[in-house]
């Protein structure tokens, strides 16, 4: 169980002339167990060492954003669900944020309570189901996954109670939430905030001490902060290399002054310190949450001075964002005026995680790839869009 | 080649003990009372041993792809196949009706005759090698003088038809799987047969049911006085059990198949009855292995305990097959895969040095306890393999990176 500690980062690349008969030309994917989805991978094989990855996507395209020029602003909120499909009540959050921003609707102190809830909580369920399918990609197939999703789907059944839907739930509204939170709730909420630290410490004992996942992650995928700032990479995967941005303290949206957290960040932003990160991120959260659950406040869930039907933001432009489970989550809208958004843009950050695959995984392993495209942590809904 | 010593002997033909061998005694007997010659009646006999060593690993092949999906079901939380039958007791049933149906698809541009020889030529050898095992103090199908040589001389037939598996395909991952599965179990047989060489040196002999007797009776009356209870063989013992999972393809050493890197290796391309053949054959080369590593080292059919002598000896092979069985599953269940080239290092520089010292140190116990220095036997033989069994871990941990890494929190 070895592997070389001191591996400095290079980008080994196809030397012109080299002799091509010698070279392995794999499409990994669309149809492939590992890629997450429908997301293909044209890699070239010296062996077993990766000269050149070529991703190509476009499979799970759904024409999100042109769709949405055609509709009322309110009719994108179910597709929002579709992008992320892990994580549907961020991007609710983002895309609301978003209008509330280009139309100056103001959201009320519960409203917000309720979101922070929700939105950590789909970050719990975010890098548990991480957790998982990492492991997945590593071999142990489905060992991990299913005690992930175990827990995953506790705040799966809290999330029915509440939106009626475990995955697409089409819950904010502009200026709010749908619907109040059902009588008892909070008190189920705070049970699951409690048991979720002692399955976290399990899971972290099991996981994080053993020698095969150390030798599979450490040293692996790691690029310079330099290379992902200017990539564009948010989220776990940036913090993880030690950049602190995380957009709840870099630009504070919703209610999170109000909540004490500290934000977890890494040195070497190899695969394992991915792992790690969010691990902690998932404790921080437990602490946003249990804040939150102790503060909500009694009163409105929606504003009631929002418009539902004929609502027309003035004729502007506002891009709104979020940190979302796996990094910035943005929403881009020029209004002109109709009911109907004159541009719709989604700032999906799986897409652009993804963007620097090439660079980490030159020079590694076939074997290496699949983990990096796990830590990199993508759901094709949201790349493709 | 005392191809048929076993045979001769008188048996109590009801008795428990013969049990296993009665259908071969049936069928010899009724030939020998219609008056059929002597060479028909011992070929018959020999056809209907094979078939019974056939039978009971076909059969337990069923129950095992059965098992192992109860198992692994139960270490992940789940409840596993349970809609056929009582729990799921007719699944491989289902399973084979499945298999059986399906559509045999052979790629256009994959060499037809090889790419059918392949799945045929992976259950052939692991059956030949199940064949030399002394299963009980009277059931060994084949009792031949060299086995162990024939067990390992079969056994790397494996690698052949893995190769001509991935070679006949005529796509890239099978490719790709065949390629690791080559590097990997050459890199593993050497470890493997050396680790079994000690074995060979202090018993004298390669005849698989000479070293279960060698490993009759018990130290101070109740440790059974199998190899694995010496100092030389438990570390060979553990580094068979190592390579044997390298060997039969397992979790974490599951690298020709790479389930998540490269789809499903030499199989990819298979489908139907052919890839129920790959699977039938893996199975039976890791009951094989298995069977092999509770003969050189977990005493054979020799009982576990003084006084449970009144069981038949079979039972105890049985036994001991299902634990070792049950150590494999649990170990996929539990542990991810390793890279290609943490494999091969861990092969080369880890396993292949400790195995080479396991021989020195059996021929030192060996030595010392024929003269009668037990006492220094221990303290000679432990440290010798102790020390550098530590130093090996210690770098080997070293170059592992830190695992206690700590993290900054921003506020």
Not at chain 1, 250 to 276: H, N, Q, T, V, W
Not at chain 2, 214 to 225: E, M, T, V
Not at chain 2, 258 to 287: D, R
Not at chain 2, 389 to 405: E, G, K, M, P
């Amino acid at each position: 169980m070895i592997s070389d500690s001191s591996m400095p980062y290079s980008a080994p690349t196809l030397a012109p002339g080299a002799d091509d008969d010698q070279l392995l030309h794999v499409s990994l994917g669309p149809q492939h167990p590992s890629t997450h989805g429908v997301f293909r991978m044209n890699v070239v094989l010296d062996g077993e060492t990766v000269v050149s990855l070529k991703p190509v996507f476009g499979y799970l395209h759904r024409n999100h954003e042109k769709i949405a020029e055609g509709v009322t602003y309110l009719s994108s909120m179910p597709y929002t669900d579709r992008l992320d499909y892990i994580c549907p009540l961020s991007n609710n959050w983002a895309y609301a944020h978003a209008v509330e921003k280009l139309a100056g609707i103001e959201v009320p102190e519960r409203a917000e309570y309720m979101r922070v809830i929700l939105a950590e909580l789909t970050r719990l369920i975010n890098h548990t189901a991480f957790m998982g399918f990492i492991l997945g990609d590593m071999g142990a197939w489905g060992s991990a996954l299913m005690y992930a999703f175990r827990e995953r789907e506790l705040i799966l059944d809290l999330f029915e109670d509440l939106t009626g839907a475990r995955m697409m739930a089409n819950f904010m509204r502009f200026g709010g939430c749908r619907n109040d939170l059902p009588a008892g709730w909070a008190e189920k909420c705070s049970v699951l905030v409690d048991d979720y630290g002692p399955f976290l410490d399990e899971m972290e004992k099991f996981l994080v001490g053993n020698e095969i996942l150390l030798a599979r992650c450490q040293d692996v995928g790691q690029l310079p902060k330099e290379t992902l700032i200017n990539g564009g990479i948010t989220g776990p995967m940036l913090r993880a290399a030690g950049v602190n941005y995380d957009i709840r303290k870099a630009e504070p949206y919703g209610i999170y002054e109000r909540f004490s957290f500290r934000i977890p960040l890494g040195d070497k932003g190899d695969c394992y310190d991915r792992i790690m990160i969010r691990f902690l991120e998932m404790r921080e959260s437990l602490k946003i949450l249990r804040q939150a659950l102790d503060q909500l406040p009694e009163g409105e869930y929606v504003n009631p001075k929002a418009k539902i039907r004929g609502f027309k933001p003035p004729v502007g432009e506002a891009y709104a964002r979020i940190e979302g489970p796996k990094g910035e989550l943005g929403f881009h809208l020029i209004s002109d005026g109709t009911v109907n958004p004159y541009r719709y843009r989604v700032r999906p950050p799986s897409f652009i995680n993804l963007t620097l695959l090439e660079d980490m995984c030159l020079g590694l392993d076939l074997a290496d790839v699949v983990i990096i495209l796990g830590s990199i942590d993508i759901v094709l809904g949201e790349v493709d869009r | 080649m005392n191809l048929f010593a076993a045979i001769s002997t008188e048996p109590a033909l009801w008795s428990p003990e013969w049990l296993p061998r009665l259908p071969q005694r049936l069928v010899e007997m009724l030939l020998g009372f219609l008056g059929a010659p002597e060479w028909l009646v011992s070929i018959a006999g020999f056809l209907v041993a094979a078939g019974t060593v056939v039978g009971v690993f076909l059969g337990g092949f069923a129950l095992l792809s059965l098992i192992e999906r109860k198992t692994l079901a139960r270490i992940q939380n789940r409840i596993g196949p349970n809609r056929a039958g009582w729990f799921g007791i007719l699944q491989p049933v289902a399973d084979g009706i499945k298999m059986l149906t399906k559509e045999d698809i052979v790629p256009a541009k994959a060499e037809k005759f090889l790419h059918l020889l392949a799945p045929i030529l992976i259950v052939v050898p692991a059956i030949l090698a199940l064949g030399v095992i002394p299963y009980g103090r009277e059931w060994t199908p084949v009792s031949l003088e060299l086995g162990l040589l024939f067990f390992f001389a079969v056994g790397s037939l494996t690698e052949l038809s893995v190769f001509i598996a991935g070679w006949a395909s005529g796509s890239k991952f099978p490719m790709l799987g065949a390629m690791r599965a080559i590097s990997q179990m050459v890199s593993y047989e050497l470890p493997l047969i050396i680790s079994a060489l000690g074995v060979v040196m202090v018993s004298g002999t390669l005849s698989l049911p000479l070293i279960v007797e060698q490993q009759g009776g018990f130290h101070l009356g109740f440790i059974p006085a199998w190899n694995l209870f010496t100092p030389w063989g438990f570390f060979a013992g553990i580094l068979f059990f190592i390579c044997s999972i390298a060997e039969a393809n397992r979790c974490p050493f599951d690298l020709p198949e790479g389930e998540s890197e490269i789809v499903a290796g030499h199989m990819t391309e298979y489908s139907g009855f052919k890839y129920a053949l790959f699977f039938m054959g893996e199975y039976l080369g890791l009951f094989a292995i298995s069977a092999l590593g509770i003969t050189l080292f977990l005493g054979g059919w020799q009982a576990p305990l003084p006084g449970l002598g009144f069981l038949p000896s079979w039972i105890w092979f049985f036994g001991k097959l299902a634990i070792v069985i049950f150590m494999f599953l649990w170990i996929r269940g539990t542990y991810p895969r390793v890279r290609i080239d943490q494999l091969m290092r861990f092969a080369w520089l880890c396993m292949i040095p400790m195995a080479l010292l396991t021989l020195p140190a059996a021929g030192i116990w060996t030595i010392l306890n024929r003269d009668g220095h037990g006492f220094l036997a221990w303290a000679i033989t432990v440290p010798l393999l102790l020390i550098p069994c530590v130093i090996v871990t210690v770098i080997f941990n070293r170059r592992l990176a830190s695992a206690n890494r700590t993290y900054r929190f921003a506020e």
